[in-house]
Antibody, heavy 121, light 108 residues
Framework: EVQLVQSGPEVKKPGESLKISCKGS????????IGWVRQVPGKGLEWMGI????????RYSPSFQGQVTISADKSFNTAYVQWGSLKASDTAIYYC??????????????WGTGTTVTVSS | DIQMTQSPSSLSASVGDRVTVTCRAS??????LNWYQQKPGRAPKLLIY???NLQSGVPSRFSGSGSGTHFTLTISGLQPEDFATYYC??????????FGGGTKVEIK
């Protein structure tokens, strides 16, 4: 079974750093893109960016460029998002997704369970 | 960014009803349009990709149509487990994937 297992909930203070993870299993982790999506409580979905674990090729949404760093370690079948200095507005649920990207198709077919990040003083 | 506008933002329907959700793109996106379902406290789930392709395992009462700027998601014969929020998402501009604002389908 294809699965993406995300790290547990985090409670942080403004200005702190954070790295959350997403571990893939049940498929060839290096052959599919992994994307990240943010959902502020009670709000809609926002695409943050994407990484190809095979070569760490990374692309960011303009809205998130410079705000987060997406990375991957193919030896551990794991992708990450990290923040250098959290803000209260980073409070949200963060989902990782397996993303199928071909010439004709581009969609997120497997989603992680989500990591809740709370930033509060 | 390509703006995606869903309508209605919410609707009430009964079990067995035919339900249609509309998504409009601010410019032509060919058929690069996906639909997702999200239930409270759960991750979204892919229903339809490339406008009209049913994802494996998704019931056939779900269907999608459209191209260019106008798309629809139809549920033919609403079931109790279909009460959820539905999102469209354009994948035409891959450096700026955007979602619609969501349509909440509630029980009448």
């Amino acid at each position: 079974e294809v699965q993406l297992v995300q790290s547990g909930p985090e409670v942080k203070k403004p200005g702190e750093s954070l790295k959350i993870s997403c571990k893939g299993s049940g498929y060839n982790f290096t052959s599919d893109w992994i994307g990240w999506v943010r959902q502020v409580p009670g709000k809609g979905l926002e695409w943050m960016g994407i990484i190809y674990p095979g070569d760490s090729n990374t692309r960011y949404s303009p809205s998130f460029q410079g705000q987060v760093t997406i990375s991957a370690d193919k030896s551990f079948n794991t992708a990450y998002v990290q923040w250098g200095s959290l803000k209260a507005s980073d409070t949200a649920i963060y989902y990782c997704t397996r993303t199928v990207a071909t010439t004709f198709y581009y969609y997120m077919d497997v989603w992680g369970t989500g990591t809740t990040v709370t930033v509060s003083s | 960014d390509i703006q995606m506008t869903q309508s209605p933002s919410s609707l009430s329907a009964s079990v067995g009803d035919r339900v249609t959700v509309t998504c409009r793109a601010s410019l032509s996106i060919s058929n690069y349009l996906n639909w997702y379902q999200q239930k409270p406290g759960r991750a979204p789930k892919l229903l339809i990709y490339s406008a009209s392709n049913l994802q494996s395992g998704v019931p056939s009462r779900f269907s999608g149509s459209g191209s260019g700027t106008h798309f629809t998601l139809t549920i033919s014969g609403l079931q109790p487990e279909d009460f959820a929020t539905y999102y469209c998402q354009q994948s035409y501009k891959t450096l700026g994937l955007t979602f619609g604002g969501g349509t909440k389908v509630e029980i009448k």
